[in-house]
């Protein structure tokens, strides 16, 4: 045999080392040309106050009765005084692997190649809902002055075009939203994603969203 | 109380997480019962017609269960067309579907599917009523026309073959394809599962069956007695049997699969009004109730009109019921 034990026990350590040396990243982002936009919402820091809310709806000029972001609050844990409530973002993850886009007939929903960032193209849409009823997070609506599937699209067509953060960013006061470059291994987001122990919503399905969370300290049982 | 059951009413048919309302189960309705009278219509043409010496003069046209699946082949499938348009957001952008592609789309493929059967089934058609036909461009038709029409029904009738081979499979894909277009859909667990075109396909067929079954005897007067009629009556058993063994699958594997999956098919199932409508409305009604009848009706009563508009209308019922329950109770439960 040329197979021999010794062989097989050196090139099996070969294999552990060298995957072992290939560095996996915990977080695997899909290399695009350059960045790869994400976002962290840090829910140990987060007051509920819904500021980000309000500032998403000014910015994307959103109409009432429809949200590309909410805050949604947890039933009350513990009695009063010591009451506390859990906060959770409920907005687009920008999927590397994003059902909605899969979906669409006509290729109005796409992924941005340059940015990672899930949008749609009101030019080819025809508003079959598809999309709407594709998203496991349940984060599209149907605009009722576009007559088009809307959601957040990191502000790419407001604030990140002129330069600036996302709104929601920007007016969070505790500094619970952090958003960057998941690409780069300077970027905050990458550092907190690396330090951190984070999670993301829904990981089973195979969307690997793009949104990460840090969970807060309150614990898990009802009062 | 009366409040109560038009509370668990109004619920049932407006939650959260619908997004496809009513007209898309009428739409899955009558694309299925237009694949199915296709797919009868090219066997019933190929080999049972054929196979009993049924054809009048050569011509497949004569028969009235012939007739009923050319009816009800293009009519349901228009009517679904225009249904579905509505129900866009935007339905004046419709055409941007047939210029836009993604091949990773089910809808999309769909839609090359839907264009590819209008065209197929026309042609298809335009040969089975070639005599009719020939005598309507005779009569309206100018002479430019006149002249140039043999030509063209000449040289499609050399593909008649390729083309009811292409008929079959092209509404045996449809029938299935309402399935995959809900299927494909993550956030739902009753719906995100590979039983659900199989379900979709055979329930399609059977509506098929009794759709042209129903058509057939009562508006083209196709003889009970018929070799091809009791070939069509045999059918509905088997298929319905079909029917059911899918159903049975599809809510054993959300149950083994558990989780989520196990709380859809139990809100789906297990109470409330879409239970209803799946109890008595899908397996009693149009399950249980065709097969009784079909083991337990003496057979000179199955050989009434009268028996036959029972028996179909409750298949046919039953398998519009279960469009809509798929569709609401797929929609109530979210990962």
Same mark, same amino acid.
């Given at each position: 045999?040329?197979?021999?034990?010794?062989?097989?026990?050196?090139?099996?350590?070969?294999?552990v080392?060298?995957?072992? *040396?290939? #560095?996996i990243?915990?977080?695997?982002?899909?290399?695009?040309?350059g960045k790869?936009?994400?976002?962290?919402?840090?829910e140990?820091k987060?007051?509920?106050?819904?500021?980000?809310m309000d500032?998403?709806?000014?910015?994307?000029?959103v109409?009432?009765?429809?949200?590309?972001?909410?805050?949604?609050?947890?039933?009350?844990?513990?009695?009063?005084? @010591?009451? #506390?409530?859990?906060?959770?973002?409920?907005?687009?993850?920008?999927?590397?692997?994003?059902?909605?886009?899969?979906?669409?007939?006509s290729?109005a929903?796409?992924?941005?190649?340059?940015?990672?960032?899930?949008?749609?193209?009101?030019?080819?849409?025809?508003?079959?809902?598809?999309?709407?009823?594709?998203?496991?997070y349940?984060?599209?609506?149907?605009?009722p002055?576009?007559?088009?599937?809307?959601?957040?699209?990191?502000?790419r067509?407001t #604030? *990140?075009?002129?330069?600036?953060?996302?709104?929601?960013?920007?007016a969070?006061?505790?500094?619970?939203?952090?958003?960057g470059?998941?690409? @780069?291994?300077?970027?905050?987001?990458?550092?907190?994603?690396?330090?951190?122990?984070?999670?993301?919503?829904?990981?089973?399905?195979g969307? @690997?969203?793009?949104?990460?969370?840090?969970?807060?300290? #309150?614990?898990?049982l009802?009062? | 109380?009366?409040?109560?059951i038009?509370?668990?009413?109004?619920?049932?048919?407006?939650?959260?997480?619908?997004?496809?309302?009513?007209?898309?189960?009428?739409?899955?309705?009558?694309?299925?019962?237009? +694949?199915?009278?296709?797919?009868l219509?090219?066997?019933?043409k190929?080999? =049972?017609?054929?196979?009993?010496?049924? %054809?009048?003069?050569?011509r497949a046209s004569?028969?009235?269960?012939?007739?009923?699946?050319?009816?009800i082949?293009?009519? &349901?499938?228009?009517?679904?067309?225009? =249904?579905?348009?509505?129900?866009?957001?935007m339905?004046?952008?419709?055409?941007r579907?047939? =210029?836009?592609?993604?091949?990773?789309?089910?809808?999309?493929?769909?839609?090359m599917?839907?264009?590819?059967?209008?065209?197929?089934?026309?042609?298809?058609m335009?040969?089975?009523?070639?005599?009719?036909?020939?005598?309507?461009?005779?009569?309206?038709?100018?002479?430019?026309i $006149?002249?140039?029409?043999?030509?063209?029904?000449?040289?499609?009738? $050399?593909?008649?073959?390729?083309?009811?081979?292409?008929?079959?499979?092209?509404?045996?894909?449809?029938g299935?394809?309402?399935?995959?277009?809900? +299927?494909?859909? $993550?956030?739902?667990?009753?719906?995100?599962?590979?039983?659900?075109?199989?379900?979709?396909?055979?329930?399609?067929?059977? &509506?098929g069956?009794a759709?042209?079954?129903?058509?057939?005897?009562?508006?083209? $007067?196709?003889?009970?007695? +018929?070799?091809? %009629?009791?070939?069509?009556?045999?059918?509905?058993?088997p298929?319905?049997l079909?029917?059911?063994?899918?159903?049975?699958?599809l809510?054993?594997?959300?149950?083994y699969?558990?989780?989520?999956?196990?709380?859809?098919?139990?809100?789906?199932?297990?109470?409330?009004?879409?239970?209803?409508?799946?109890?008595?409305? =899908?397996?009693?009604?149009?399950l249980?109730?065709?097969?009784?009848?079909?083991?337990?009706?003496p057979?000179?009563?199955?050989?009434?009109v009268?028996?036959?508009?029972?028996l179909?209308?409750?298949?046919?019922?039953?398998?519009?019921?279960?469009?809509?329950?798929?569709?609401?109770?797929?929609?109530?439960?979210?990962?």
């Open positions: 045999m040329s197979c021999s034990r010794r062989k097989f026990i050196a090139s099996g350590c070969a294999l080392l060298g995957t072992g *040396l290939a #560095n990243p915990l977080v695997q982002s899909m290399t695009i040309n790869r936009y994400a976002m962290l919402h840090d140990s987060c007051i509920g106050c819904t500021a980000c500032a998403c709806r000014e910015t994307n000029l109409p009432e009765g429809v949200s590309r972001l909410e805050i949604i609050r947890s039933e009350p844990q513990g009695e009063y005084p @010591d009451a #506390n409530y859990s906060f959770f973002r409920k907005s687009c993850q920008h999927c590397d692997n994003p059902p909605c886009v899969e979906v669409c007939p290729g929903s796409f992924r941005d190649e340059e940015t990672g960032i899930v949008d749609v193209n009101p030019d080819k849409c025809v508003g079959c809902q598809y999309c709407v009823a594709a998203c496991p349940q984060v599209r609506f149907i605009h002055e576009k007559n088009t599937p809307d959601k957040c699209n990191f502000c067509d #604030n *990140l075009a002129q330069g600036k953060l996302p709104a929601c960013v920007s969070c006061p505790t500094q619970a939203l952090i958003f470059d998941a690409n @780069d291994p300077a970027s905050a987001i990458s550092q907190q994603i690396a330090t951190k122990p984070t999670y993301r919503n829904k990981v089973p399905l969307t @690997d969203p793009q949104l990460f969370r840090i969970a807060d300290r #309150n614990g898990d009802p009062s | 109380m009366s409040t109560g038009f509370d668990s009413v109004q619920h049932a048919f407006h939650f959260d997480s619908l997004v496809w309302h009513g007209p898309i189960a009428l739409y899955l309705f009558l694309l299925g019962l237009s +694949a199915g009278a296709a797919m219509a090219v066997v019933l190929r080999w =049972i017609l054929p196979r009993n010496n049924e %054809t009048l003069n050569n004569e028969n009235g269960l012939i007739r009923a699946t050319a009816i082949a293009p009519a &349901s499938i228009l009517l679904s067309l225009v =249904i579905l348009i509505q129900h866009l957001t339905p004046l952008t419709f055409w579907l047939i =210029i836009y592609y993604n091949f990773t789309s089910v809808m999309s493929i769909g839609v599917l839907l264009q590819l059967y209008s065209v197929v089934l026309a042609l298809w335009a040969l089975l009523f070639r005599h009719e036909l020939d005598q309507l461009i005779d009569r309206w038709m100018p002479g430019r $006149k002249n140039i029409y043999p030509r063209v029904m000449q040289s499609v009738a $050399k593909f008649e073959n390729t083309l009811e081979w292409l008929l079959l499979g092209i509404a045996i894909s449809l299935a394809y309402t399935g995959f277009l809900l +299927a494909e859909l $993550k956030t739902y667990p009753l719906l995100n599962n590979p039983i659900l075109p199989l379900l979709f396909f055979f329930s399609g067929l059977s &509506s069956v759709g042209v079954m129903l058509l057939g005897v009562t508006v083209f $007067k196709a003889r009970l007695d +018929a070799a091809s %009629t009791h070939w069509l009556h045999k059918l509905e058993r298929v319905i079909c029917e059911a063994l899918a159903l049975a699958a809510f054993s594997l959300l149950f699969i558990g989780g989520r999956s196990e709380v859809a098919a139990l809100a789906a199932i297990g109470g409330g009004f879409w239970s209803g409508v799946f109890w008595l409305g =899908i397996v009693g009604l149009g249980l109730t065709p097969l009784m009848l079909q083991t337990f009706t057979a000179e009563a199955r050989q009434r009268s028996f036959v508009v029972l179909t209308s409750c298949s046919l019922s039953g398998v519009l019921m279960l469009r809509y329950f798929i569709l609401y109770a797929g929609q109530m439960t979210v990962y």
